[in-house]
T-cell receptor, first 114, second 113 residues
Framework: GESVGLHLPTLSVQEGDNSIINCAYSNSASDYFIWYKQESGKGPQFIID?????DKRQGQRVTVLLNKTVKHLSLQIAATQPGDSAVYFC?????????????FGTGTRLQVFP | NAGVTQTPKFQVLKTGQSMTLQCAQD?????MSWYRQDPGMGLRLIHY???????DQGEVPNGYNVSRSTTEDFPLRLLSAAPSQTSVYFC????????????FGPGTRLTVL
């Protein structure tokens, strides 16, 4: 069973292309950000995180960019694969890197076409 | 390790009924939490626990109770179910509340008629 809304913004990309998913946050005091991936019928899965003292962090095929000036976060997925199809959402914390009260965004659905 | 497990996977209740959603983890994590996920909204924190015997309210605690008698288990109780509690519920755990990966369970889809 799907667990997210029917009217999520959707990003459609062709297999092999790069994907960029965006997230805006409103709390200028937020100091820690996380990107999650949620496949249909499953719980969210941690992808990558970034602290506010950084503006870029790279993982395996993923890069997170943080622009504190405009309170914007993006997730870049290189060489997108069909297995990347899911809902992606960001979470933020303003509690000195504590994760006990994360604020979650609503998410973006990524669809990958062959 | 089984990770974070939740039961049941699906549940239908009538208004006014009570039930307990089960959550267990076998990773010896201190921090556990319950979220609900509704269409068009992000995950919202219901209750959380930073260790056995310690619980606290999250953003949307009304209508729910929790207890943490052991490190492994963190059940969520609906005292008198209401249609507004129709949602998907996720349990999560992490080693601490610091910068530490939270692991989510597979979710329980609850419908209240």
């Amino acid at each position: 069973g799907e667990s997210v809304g029917l009217h999520l913004p959707t990003l459609s990309v062709q297999e092999g292309d790069n994907s960029i998913i965006n997230c805006a946050y409103s709390n200028s005091a937020s100091d820690y950000f996380i990107w999650y991936k949620q496949e249909s019928g499953k719980g969210p899965q941690f992808i990558i995180d970034i602290r506010s003292n950084m503006d870029k962090r790279q993982g395996q095929r993923v890069t997170v960019l943080l622009n504190k000036t405009v309170k914007h976060l993006s997730l870049q997925i290189a060489a997108t694969q069909p297995g990347d199809s899911a809902v992606y959402f960001c979470a933020e914390s303003s509690r000195s890197y504590n994760t006990d009260k994360l604020i979650f965004g609503t998410g973006t659905r990524l669809q990958v076409f062959p | 390790n089984a990770g974070v497990t939740q039961t049941p996977k699906f549940q239908v209740l009538k208004t006014g009924q009570s039930m307990t959603l089960q959550c267990a983890q076998d990773m010896n994590h201190e921090y556990m939490s319950w979220y609900r996920q509704d269409p068009g909204m992000g995950l919202r924190l219901i209750h959380y626990s930073v260790g056995a015997g310690i619980t606290d309210q999250g953003e949307v605690p009304n209508g729910y109770n929790v207890s943490r008698s052991t490190t492994e288990d963190f059940p969520l109780r609906l005292l008198s179910a209401a249609p507004s509690q129709t949602s998907v519920y996720f349990c999560a755990s992490s080693y601490s509340t610091g910068v530490d990966t939270q692991y989510f369970g597979p979710g329980t889809r609850l419908t209240v008629l």
